[in-house]
């Protein structure tokens, strides 16, 4: 694809857009801009979305007027960003971003600005509109929406693109992927998001560039991988990635414990655990990262665990020994916040005490502020085979009854007389 230098201009109805569907805050910052003699469009993903007929995140504002310039007009406004400097417009806790036009890097300038193997490190040129759709990522990202005309200008083929529902990342695909890897990891969400296709030319390299993902700060990638995993495809965007080398970039430790054919059930856990993020999002159910993440990094904190174990005084002792190591390597990677970080651990260190139901530790475990996250997971673990059922019924079975009745359940004679009438009739299960 080339720098079209005359940019196609579609009105709303002919692409079926209605302006009531449009962010009121959002067209209001357009308009005020627009009376102070700057140009000013909606950009990006909330026109992409739109024209799809899906409710947009978040609406983006671009415009040829300076961080400055837009500040000295909007008293809402603050200036944010040290690499880009952006302005945050407040609506109460509603935030409008306003971007300046940015110029895409040019060979001239490269060696003062591109790491040596071709990573932007500083990204502050300001530009024209077209030099701002350019430097985009996918041409279905680089679409502006000018409320004042009720038009959509596409420089770079956007709206084509989007009508064959394909993903095409601008310029030369290497390039581009090199100048900033997170490209391939969206590449994967809005594949999966949008029900599109990526352009074969922009998929070639993708699994060859995957490892350029490993140079990225892990601080920039958090969001990037809640946003991969906290939506209603996750299970598409995983097997994506695991298909182009990018699920290793991100989660080395797991993915080196998925390898295993003979081994199903760590890669069927996980994939359950995807499904049921998906099917609680459909429901509008609350949804947890750190319950998915615990999920994703369970493999390898149980392995590790059970390699600690014989040197170690209890399964605890050895899962919180495994947490710390799996933790440590997986931050160095992404940057997992310690509130996050925490909870995982919780769920993880707390499954041995699912093997006890006799005593007050029990009873008290069940008030436990985890024990509800813990229970989801050791019935997810049950669902593969690692923990017994008869287990898992007892611990579902023991939350239905009173105070009273967990207390006779827990009680050590009633265990004991359990086992006895257990062995009295080996055909009756086990569950309580
Ligand atoms: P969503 O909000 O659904 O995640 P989005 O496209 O709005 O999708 P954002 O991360 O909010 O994604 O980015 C807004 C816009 O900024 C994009 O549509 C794209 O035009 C541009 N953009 C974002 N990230 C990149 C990138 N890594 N390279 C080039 N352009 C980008
Ligand atoms: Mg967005």
């Given at each position: 694809m080339s720098l079209q230098k005359k940019p196609r201009i579609y009105s709303l109805s002919e692409l079926d857009l209605s302006t009531d569907n449009l962010d009121r805050h959002a067209v209001s910052i357009t308009h005020r801009l627009a009376k102070a003699g700057f140009e000013a469009y909606l950009v990006g993903g909330c026109v992409r979305d739109l024209l799809l007929g899906l409710h947009p995140k978040d609406f983006d504002v671009s415009t040829n007027a300076e961080p400055e310039q837009i500040q000295a007009l909007f008293k809402n406004c603050r200036l944010i960003g040290r690499r880009f400097r952006l302005a945050h417009i407040h609506f109460g806790r509603h935030i409008i971003e306003v971007a300046t036009f940015r110029a895409p890097h040019t060979k001239e300038d490269e060696s003062s600005?591109?790491?040596?193997?071709?990573?932007?490190?500083r990204d502050n040129v300001y530009g024209s509109l077209q030099e701002d759709a350019w430097r985009r990522d996918f041409t279905v990202n680089a679409l502006y929406l000018d409320p004042q005309n009720s038009t959509v200008i596409d420089y770079v083929g956007g709206i084509e693109d989007h009508q064959k529902k394909v993903l095409t990342l601008m310029g030369n695909p290497v390039t581009r992927f090199k100048e900033d890897p997170v490209r391939l990891i969206r590449a994967v969400r809005f594949k999966a998001k949008l029900g599109f296709t990526i352009d074969p030319k922009t998929e070639a390299p993708m699994q060859k560039l995957a490892p350029l993902l490993k140079d990225i700060p892990s601080a920039r990638l958090y969001d990037e991988v809640l946003k991969l995993f906290l939506n209603t495809e996750a299970n598409q965007v995983f097997d994506t990635l695991r298909q182009y080398g990018l699920f290793k970039a991100l989660f080395p430790q797991t993915d080196s414990c998925l390898h295993?054919?003979?081994?199903?059930e760590p890669l069927a856990l996980i994939k359950q655990a995807m499904k049921n993020t998906e099917s609680r999002l459909k429901n509008n159910q609350r949804i947890t990262p750190y319950f998915l993440l615990a999920t994703l990094l369970w493999e390898p904190v149980r392995r590790l665990s059970e390699k600690y174990a014989p040197n170690l005084n209890s399964e605890t002792q050895a899962l919180h020994a495994a947490a710390n190591e799996v933790v440590l390597q997986q931050v160095s990677r992404i940057a997992i916040p310690r509130r996050i970080t925490t909870p995982m651990r919780e769920v993880w260190t707390l499954q041995p005490r699912f093997h006890k139901q006799v005593g007050v530790r029990c009873l008290r475990f069940l008030e436990h502020p985890r024990f509800r996250a813990a229970y989801d997971f050791m019935l997810l673990r049950a669902q593969h085979g690692e923990v017994d059922s008869s287990i898992a019924d007892w611990w579902t079975h023991i939350q239905t009854l009173n105070p009273a009745e967990q207390k006779l359940m827990t009680r050590p004679s009633q265990m004991k007389q359990k086992k006895k009438a257990r062995k009295k009739e080996p055909s009756t299960p086990g569950s309580a």
């Open positions: 600005r591109a790491h040596k193997d071709g990573r932007l490190l295993d054919a003979s081994e199903t």
